[in-house]
C-alpha cells in the first residue's frame, strides 16, 4: 500500500498583545480551513509576562517578549517544520536558530526604525534620554538587518512599512506583497447612511496620536469642516 504523503508542517508564531490578537484570531481561522498542511501554533499573550521572568535590564526592550517565548516554548522550539510564519517582527529574534534552516514569512505592521520616528516626533527627551534612544535604534536596526536578511518573504500591512524595508533594511519588492489588514463584515455590518446625515469618524486605535488621530483631524479642518 502506497504511503500518504504527509502534510507540510508550518509554525505559526503568533501574539495576542494589543492589536495583535484581531490578526492573529482571522490568521488563524484562515489557516485551520488549509487542508493541505499541517499547521503548529504559538502564542505570546499578556500573562506570559507574569509567568516567565526576564532580567530586569532586558525588561522593557525588544528582547524581553524573545526571552519569554524562548522559556514558554522551548521543546517546540527544538522540533523540525517545513516552513515559519511570523504575525510579528518582536518575536524573530528569539527564534534565530530556526530563521536560520526554513522557509520563513513575516507579516509586520512597523519596523524599528519607523517606531523610533514615530517616538520621537510625539514623546519629549531631554539630551541624554535622546543619545541612549539614538544608540538604541542603531542596536535595533542591526539586529534586524541581519534577521530580515534570513526571512524569505515580508507581508508588510502598509506601503509605509514596505518603503522604509526596502530604503532602511535593503529588502528587495520581490521579496515582499503588502497586505492590507484584514476586516471581517461579517462582524461589523455599518449602517446605510441617509442622505442628510451627518459625517461621523470611527477611529480605532490604542495610541491616538500615534496612530494618526492628530492627523485625521487635521484633514477634518482642512476640508470636512463644512460639511
Known amino acids: 500500500m502506497k504511503k500518504l504523503k504527509e502534510k507540510p508542517r508550518i509554525l505559526f508564531v503568533l501574539s495576542r498583545i494589543y492589536g ?36 530586569k535590564i532586558l525588561r522593557v526592550s525588544f528582547f524581553e517578549p524573545n526571552i519569554i517565548i524562548r522559556k514558554k516554548y522551548k521543546a517546540t522550539i527544538k522540533d523540525k517544520f517545513d516552513a515559519l510564519f511570523f504575525q510579528s517582527d518582536g518575536l524573530i529574534l528569539g527564534f534565530y536558530e530556526m530563521i536560520k534552516k526554513y522557509p520563513v514569512a513575516l507579516a509586520l505592521d512597523s ?23 539614538d544608540l538604541k535604534l542603531r542596536i535595533e536596526i542591526a539586529l534586524f538587518c541581519k534577521m530580515y536578511s534570513n526571512i524569505d518573504f515580508f507581508l508588510p500591512r502598509t506601503n509605509w512599512v514596505a518603503h522604509d524595508l526596502q530604503m532602511t533594511y535593503g529588502i528587495p ?32 486605535g490604542n495610541d491616538f496620536r500615534r496612530k494618526g488621530g492628530d492627523f485625521l483631524l487635521s484633514l477634518y479642518d482642512k476640508y470636512l469642516s463644512e460639511h
Do not use: A
Not at 35 to 42: G, N
Open 20 to 55: 495583535g490578537k484581531t490578526i492573529t484570531n482571522r490568521i488563524v481561522e484562515i489557516v485551520n480551513n488549509l487542508q493541505y498542511i499541517k499547521p503548529i501554533y504559538l502564542f505570546f499573550d499578556y500573562n506570559d509576562y507574569r509567568e516567565y521572568s526576564v532580567p
Open 111 to 133: 519596523t524599528p526604525s519607523l517606531s523610533h520616528q514615530i517616538r520621537i516626533k510625539y514623546d519629549s527627551f531631554n539630551t541624554f534620554e535622546k543619545k541612549l534612544r
Open 173 to 204: 519588492l520581490n521579496r515582499m506583497y503588502v497586505t492590507y489588514c484584514p476586516h471581517n463584515l461579517s462582524l461589523w455590518k455599518p449602517k446605510e447612511r441617509k442622505q442628510n446625515d451627518k459625517f461621523i469618524l470611527l477611529f480605532v
